[in-house]
């Protein structure tokens, strides 16, 4: 695949949104290397638009909302 990529990517985590792969529930979170060997893109073919997968997003509502944080990658 040619071009650049434009994906949704995990503050957090680090995580990318695969859409391609299923297109019913709006797409995967996987891991970045695993994305770009999938599709044998390039680090610098990817346009990233931040924001947080679902189960980071759970993580930074605690954090904003009671200041613990519990997540397994940030404690």
């Not at 990318?16 to 979170?29: P, S």
């Not at 390039?42 to 980071?56: A, N």
Request: proline share 5%; with cysteine; aromatic share 10%.
């Amino acid at each position: 695949m040619g071009g650049l990529h434009q994906v949704l990517h995990c503050s957090l985590c680090r995580k990318i949104k695969d859409i391609q792969v299923d297109q019913v529930d709006g797409g995967e979170w996987t891991a970045l290397e695993r994305y770009l060997q999938r599709y044998e893109v390039r680090p610098s073919d990817l346009v990233l638009s931040e924001t947080f997968c679902p189960h980071c997003l759970v993580f930074y509502d605690q954090l904003m909302t009671y200041g613990k944080p519990n997540h397994p990658e940030l404690v």
